[in-house]
């Protein structure tokens, strides 16, 4: 549920900090040379960040929409040959961070392309990449967008943001081939992928809503370690999730206990 989160995140702060002649992120002049998912009790003296979660609770908001509440922990550990540089290395490590994920109140998350197989961060990806194949899906999508728009409006349609034609077109794509219709420029391998995901229950396009860092330790003073200094900033964030199917009846009549 969180793994893509984290990748997201991951990719987000990388982009966004600063960086060097080997385009390795830095802090100062000191690259961040690891990334880890999940906590660990060892870790390297150089800069690193980890990024771990374990409490995603589910409600339901209406009948058709469940949402989960994500909590996401963000630890930067650093170190260096004398206290007073340790501390001024994980504040600002930590400032850099958050300065990152404070930009980013609401946030796309994408599996892995199953066109591709590239990790995008914006469902941009699919019309600027994929266009020989989004094309027409596009085109429909804006249309019935204007038709509905017509229907309680005299002025003309806004236009839609990149991203939410790009998840629009990519998802009347997705259902296509659920449904057993042929797709222009599609290959083999990519409606092979596409199926597995669906057969695997994924989401390729998600959304992050309320995404608010709620508390954020700088350093965590440590006189015992002096020379190793850790920082951690807490997420919570919000994902909204349709429910199509409600049961009792979509248990297949071949279905049986083994």
Same mark, same amino acid.
């Given at each position: 549920?969180?793994?893509?989160?984290?990748?997201?995140?991951?990719?987000?702060?990388?982009?966004?900090?600063?960086?060097?002649?080997?385009?390795?992120?830095?802090?100062?002049?000191?690259?961040?040379?690891?990334?880890?998912?999940?906590?660990?009790?060892?870790?390297?003296?150089?800069?690193?960040?980890?990024?771990?979660?374990?409490?995603?609770?589910?409600?339901?908001?209406?009948?058709?929409?469940?949402?989960?509440?994500?909590?996401?922990?963000?630890?930067?550990?650093?170190?260096?040959?004398?206290?007073?540089?340790?501390?001024?290395?994980?504040?600002?490590? =930590?400032? %850099?961070?958050?300065?990152?994920? $404070?930009?980013?109140?609401? +946030?796309?998350?994408?599996?892995?392309? &199953? @066109?591709?197989?590239?990790?995008?961060?914006?469902?941009?990806?699919?019309?600027?990449?994929?266009?020989?194949?989004?094309?027409?899906?596009?085109?429909?999508?804006?249309?019935?967008?204007?038709?509905?728009?017509?229907?309680?409006?005299?002025?003309?349609?806004?236009?839609?943001?990149?991203?939410?034609?790009?998840?629009?077109?990519?998802?009347?794509?997705?259902?296509?081939?659920?449904?057993?219709?042929?797709? =222009?420029? %599609?290959?083999?391998?990519?409606? $092979?992928?596409?199926?597995? +995901?669906?057969?695997?229950?994924?989401? &390729? @396009?998600?959304?992050?809503?309320?995404?608010?860092?709620?508390?954020?330790?700088?350093?965590?003073?440590?006189?015992?370690?002096?020379?190793?200094?850790?920082?951690?900033?807490?997420?919570?964030?919000?994902?909204?999730?349709?429910?199509?199917?409600?049961?009792?009846?979509?248990?297949?009549?071949?279905?049986?206990?083994?």
């Amino acid at each position: 549920m969180l793994e893509k989160v984290f990748d997201t995140l991951q990719g987000i702060i990388y982009n966004d900090l600063p960086k060097n002649s080997a385009s390795k992120a830095v802090v100062y002049d000191r690259p961040i040379e690891n990334w880890f998912i999940g906590e660990r009790q060892i870790k390297p003296g150089n800069i690193s960040i980890t990024f771990s979660g374990s409490s995603s609770p589910l409600k339901d908001v209406t009948f058709g929409f469940q949402e989960f509440e994500h909590s996401i922990n963000i630890e930067i550990d650093a170190g260096a040959d004398n206290v007073d540089l340790s501390e001024r290395i994980i504040q600002e490590a =930590t400032r %850099l961070v958050l300065g990152s994920v $404070r930009r980013h109140r609401r +946030m796309w998350v994408l599996d892995v392309c &199953p @066109i591709c197989t590239k990790f995008a961060l914006s469902p941009q990806h699919y019309i600027l990449d994929h266009n020989n194949i989004l094309a027409s899906y596009k085109a429909s999508a804006i249309s019935d967008f204007g038709t509905l728009w017509n229907q309680t409006h005299t002025n003309a349609a806004p236009s839609l943001p990149d991203s939410g034609l790009a998840t629009e077109a990519f998802y009347r794509m997705y259902e296509d081939v659920r449904s057993g219709i042929a797709v =222009t420029n %599609l290959s083999d391998t990519a409606k $092979r992928n596409i199926l597995k +995901m669906q057969r695997d229950y994924l989401e &390729p @396009i998600r959304m992050l809503y309320d995404v608010i860092p709620s508390s954020n330790e700088f350093s965590d003073n440590a006189t015992g370690n002096q020379l190793y200094k850790t920082g951690k900033i807490s997420i919570t964030a919000k994902e909204l999730i349709r429910l199509s199917d409600y049961g009792p009846d979509n248990v297949p009549t071949t279905a049986f206990k083994w």
